[in-house]
């Protein structure tokens, strides 16, 4: 034991080797050790030569300090929850990083006192939905609900169809998560069916607001019927409309899928929205409407709870306001130009050496949007044995596995990270060359 020991590269020794060095001042010293005290542990155990400890602790760093690994999106799926949904576009990355510094956020430069906290990502979202009379922001969508729920309905009733009271993932509930705000929840219709009459019969003295829930995770087709948000807006009570995918306005390849300007048009008062789906933008809740249920929910104590940081109103506003965020692009790709695309990364994975093949596939948009939705894309075939080594590599990659073979749609991959996948790929395939 002692002959291991003392072959082990002493700590000290391993955190002044340069490229350590370096990288504590980048991370933090904390990680770097930790790093180190685990390839000294391999050394100790014999699974590790004593020359490669510092490459070994350089090797198992995370990227930042954060912890959080890039990742390439090759599955097919927009906006991939588990992959933190939407991608942001550069210019919102770069004003990101521009508010991670000290800013204005509530400061007016040329007056030299405070003013309104996030007034540009608002303004942003007003331009892009000139109907809304007014507009809010909060963490998320969930919250937009939570705050409409308590300002207009707390003590009283919010009527909503039983076929649209769903589970939002991670086992949360809307029922569970509207009853918290002291609202009660009037069901009317049936799992499949609901009429216009039904909202009528349960509107009293007691109704807060109706509800409509858009079901964007799940469909359901044969015997059924829904009130749409325009015969809602008749019943003489607010409607609260949540579209729950962020689309703005409509989209040509998403024609069942509601948007904000759209449901205002119809005659809903508030409409709640996600900004990291479709939108293509940080996660935040949008709620647009008309001046006085926004002013009132703005006003509530509980906005201040639920408000967003100055990074998700730096990203928000640059991604209403400047180029096609990343969802956008991937939305608008055309089959042609994937399939070109896939056809050149297979020829140069060919050309390594690599069982790569031009393949059709069939892209969704997920996170809960348009699950009907089918959009016609082109992936590359690789082995299925790449999967794990391409989840390993930096960038990591995840693909999609299909008939034994691992797909790698284009679809999600912007076409300015086509390099970085090639290069992932033939890492891959140098350490699982059998597939």
């Known amino acids: 034991m002692s002959d291991v020991r003392r072959r082990v590269p002493r700590t000290d020794a391993l955190l002044a080797e340069p490229r350590l060095a370096a990288a504590a001042a980048r991370l933090g010293r904390t990680l770097v ?92 979202l007003a331009e892009a939905v000139p ?166 929910l703005r006003g509530h104590p509980l906005a201040r709870a639920l408000r967003v940081d100055k990074l998700t109103l730096a990203a928000l506003a640059a991604t209403l306001r400047g180029p096609a965020p990343p969802v956008a692009r991937a939305l608008a790709a055309e089959p042609a130009e994937l399939a070109a695309r896939a056809a050149r990364l297979a020829g140069s994975l060919a050309a390594a050496g690599v069982v790569a093949e031009p393949v059709a596939s069939e892209a969704r948009v997920g996170g809960g949007g348009a699950p009907e939705v089918v959009l016609a894309s082109a992936a590359v075939a690789v082995p299925a044995g790449f999967a794990a080594p391409l989840r390993a590599g930096r960038p990591a990659v995840v693909g999609r596995l299909h008939a034994d073979r691992l797909l790698l749609d284009l679809r999600t991959v912007p076409a300015a990270d086509e390099p970085a996948l090639l290069a992932a790929v033939l890492a891959a395939h140098r350490s699982a060359p059998a597939g």
Not at 84 to 109: K, P, Y
Not at 189 to 195: F, P, S, V
Not at 205 to 221: E, M, Q, R, W, Y
């Open 33 to 124: 050790r930790a790093a180190v005290a685990d390839a000294q542990q391999r050394v100790r155990e014999g699974a590790l030569p004593p020359e490669e400890a510092a490459d070994a602790a350089l090797a198992a760093l995370p990227e930042t300090a954060g912890g959080l690994r890039e990742v390439l999106n090759a599955t097919g799926v927009l906006v991939h929850t588990n992959l933190g949904r939407a991608a942001l576009s550069a210019a919102a990355r770069e004003a990101l990083l521009a508010a991670a510094g000290t800013t204005d956020v509530e400061f007016d430069l040329t007056t030299g006192r405070r003013s309104g906290r996030g007034t540009e990502a608002l303004a942003a």
């Open 131 to 296: 109907r809304a009379e007014a507009v809010h922001l909060t963490n998320n969508n969930a919250a937009a609900l939570v705050l409409a729920a308590t300002v207009l309905a707390q003590g009283r009733e919010i009527v909503v169809s039983r076929g649209e009271l769903v589970e939002i993932g991670a086992g949360f509930r809307l029922p569970d998560l509207l009853a918290s705000t002291g609202a009660r929840l009037r069901e009317v219709g049936t799992t499949n069916r609901t009429h216009l009459a039904d909202y009528a019969a349960a509107i009293g003295p007691d109704t807060g607001f109706v509800l409509k829930i858009h079901p964007s995770n799940f469909a359901t087709t044969g015997f059924v019927a829904a009130v749409p948000v325009a015969q809602l807006a008749t019943l003489g009570v607010p409607v609260v409309h949540d579209i729950g995918s962020g689309l703005l306005r409509p989209h040509p390849a998403l024609p069942a899928e509601p948007d904000a300007d759209g449901s205002l048009a119809a005659g809903a008062d508030l409409v709640t929205a996600s900004g990291d789906k479709l939108l293509g933008g940080p996660q935040v809740g949008l709620v647009l409407g008309r001046r006085e249920p926004v002013e009132r």
